[in-house]
């Protein structure tokens, strides 16, 4: 028997709808890329969405087009999302990071017809426009006072465009299933992939991201996402924010410490977004100048693992609430999220921070479950590993465009292969082990480089660690430590070897520890593994 329930599509437009009429006075603050604060408001931005969708409409822009931003998070890029899916078209928001040739090849990929672009990028679009064959225009996030000169053709002003079109637009009632947003991994080995959101999975990701298993967030918070809205439509707070009522808080192209801790300061903001590398440079910033933060509650930190160390410096010191989590552009991105359970909150803080260094557990939509090599299923006891499936509504079923890259990625029975390790425990915490082509391989032994960089990060010289695997000629591989030092120190081999000694058996030790000003990161803020074992490639151990 059917159900008699109306079947209204969960449509992005939805949201911005809504937050328009029951939350429109609710600020949108931007720390502007042109300089200044720019304050606007969710009434505003439904507003100039129906602009900009009449702009686009009178470009050519149809159904189904891509409509590519290369902007930071702004107020701009908030009426983009909204303007482009709620009219049916894909906002493809392109990582600036990538690499140029990346970028030519994503842009071409996905066909896109309009650029959107910060001021910041405009160099970038200019070096690489006569290779970017499909894009018919370049819409430059600016208002006229503060366009460039620029050799772009068909270069247009945002605020130009805008201010000609009238603010009704009436958003199309689009099949749920239709393509809302798109986004490439940025891919370490072979082309980027790209995940294509539907308007159904990016609005039941919103209310996961709003649910107090989550962040709980509400309209009662100000939250600022460090996370950029082109690295995975920043974690999905540009929607959830719109769904709840939530004050926005965009801190534009100024991400050093001191920008965000003047605007965490200035609005008072409650609940933050980022990955560790962040936050790392962030807490040095307050470590250096004795700064507190007077509202912020809680901080999701996730892309990579969480050193116990900054779990640890932002509550005790900071008084704020890590939660840890995981996931991958592929699951739109969150898969599970450390909330803590009742039994496991009342815990002495040792053994709390012990639990809250795992990933967290399953979001309500995403399911879970460990292989092994051989495909059979592994426990969740916390210490069989096993190669981490997921399935859900926001889990991609194939790469855009790619049959090839999507072929390798799913199991028999259609869950996708993660390609990493974990262990998840009998309360239902993930742990993620490793990537699978990061694990150190000694002889018949796995090292997980994510415990011995979790262990190493701890020493008080360590700023930031990374573990790579080097040929041995007995063990087959073993790790290499290379560390950055903190605040300007020169962290001492023998010890840090000492150091880690207390804390990982014998043959986790590393077997040589090499310092170096800077580790390379990829465009979402990741190690970058791959170039790091390129350049130890031929690293002699000590005793090899
Ligand atoms: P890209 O590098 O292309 O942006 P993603 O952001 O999709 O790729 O990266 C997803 C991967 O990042 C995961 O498969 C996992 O290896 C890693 N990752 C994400 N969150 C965490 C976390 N909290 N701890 C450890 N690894 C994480």
Redesign the pocket.
């Known amino acids: 028997m059917r159900g008699q329930m109306m079947d209204r599509p969960l449509l992005v437009s939805l949201l911005i709808e809504y937050a328009g009429r029951y939350h429109g006075d609710t600020e949108i603050v931007t720390r502007a890329v042109e300089g200044g604060i720019r304050r606007s408001s969710y009434a505003a931005v439904e507003r100039r969405a129906c602009q900009l969708a009449n702009a686009f409409a009178r470009l050519g822009v149809a159904p189904g087009d891509r409509v590519a931003t290369l902007a930071w998070n702004t107020d701009r890029h908030i009426e983009l999302y909204y303007a482009i899916s709620s009219m049916g078209a894909v906002c493809h928001t392109i990582n600036p990071r990538l690499f140029r040739e990346q970028i030519r090849y994503i842009v071409n990929h996905a066909a896109d017809k309009i650029v959107c672009l910060d001021l910041s990028f405009v160099p970038l679009a200019e070096s690489l426009a006569d290779e970017l064959v499909p894009v018919r225009h370049y819409v430059i996030m600016s208002d006229r006072v503060h366009m460039p000169a620029t050799p772009l053709a068909g270069a247009l002003c945002y605020e130009e465009l805008i201010a000609a079109e009238t603010t009704d637009f009436a958003w199309p009632s689009l099949d749920e299933n239709t393509a809302a947003a798109l986004c490439y ?4 080995t072979g082309n980027p992939k790209g995940a294509l959101f539907s308007h159904r999975s990016t609005v039941l990701h919103a209310f996961s991201v709003c649910a107090a298993g989550l962040i709980g967030l509400s309209m009662d918070d100000t939250v600022l996402p460090v996370v950029p809205q082109f ?2 439509n920043a974690w999905g707070v540009p929607y959830a924010a719109a769904m709840c009522g939530a004050k926005l808080v965009l801190p534009g192209a100024a991400l050093d410490g001191a920008s965000l801790y003047e605007l965490f300061e200035a609005e008072q903001v409650t609940v933050s977004l980022g990955v560790p590398t962040v936050w790392l440079a962030l807490l040095q910033h307050l470590e250096a100048n004795k700064l507190k933060f007077s509202s912020l509650q809680r901080t999701v ?6 050193p116990p160390a900054m779990i640890r410096s932002f509550e005790e010191t900071y008084g704020v609430r890590v939660i ?7 699951i739109s ?1 969150i898969g599970t999220a450390n909330t803590l359970k009742k039994k496991l909150a009342a815990l002495p803080p040792d053994e709390r921070f012990a639990v809250q260094t795992k ?1 967290g557990r399953a979001v309500f939509g995403v399911d879970l479950k460990l292989v092994d090599a051989a495909g059979a299923e592994q426990p969740h006891d916390g210490v069989a590993r096993g190669e981490l499936l997921v399935r859900g509504p926001w889990v991609i079923d194939g790469y855009y465009k790619d049959a090839e890259a999507s072929l390798a990625v799913f199991d028999e029975a259609g869950w996708f292969r ?3 390790v974990a262990t998840i425990d009998d309360d239902g915490y993930l742990q ?1 082990v490793d ?1 699978i082509k990061d694990v150190v391989k000694s002889g018949g032994e796995w090292i997980s480089s ?1 415990d011995v960089e979790n262990a190493a990060i701890g020493h008080p010289d360590i700023a930031e660690a990374a573990v790579i695997a080097v040929p041995h000629p007995r063990w087959g591989e073993r790790p290499l430590l290379v560390v950055v030092g903190r605040q300007g120190r020169v962290p001492d081999k023998a010890s840090v070897l000492q150091y880690l000694a207390g804390l990982l058996a014998k043959w986790q030790l590393p077997d040589d520890v090499v310092v170096v000003a800077e580790l390379p990161h ?3 803020g ?1 190690l970058l593994k791959t170039q790091l074992r390129e350049m130890f490639r031929n690293y002699p151990l000590p005793e090899a």
């Open positions: 991994t940025s891919g370490t690295h995975v930190i996730g892309g990579s693992a969480v840890h989590a995981w996931g991958m552009t592929e991105p990933q993660t390609g990493d993620i990537r994510i990829t465009a979402t990741k």
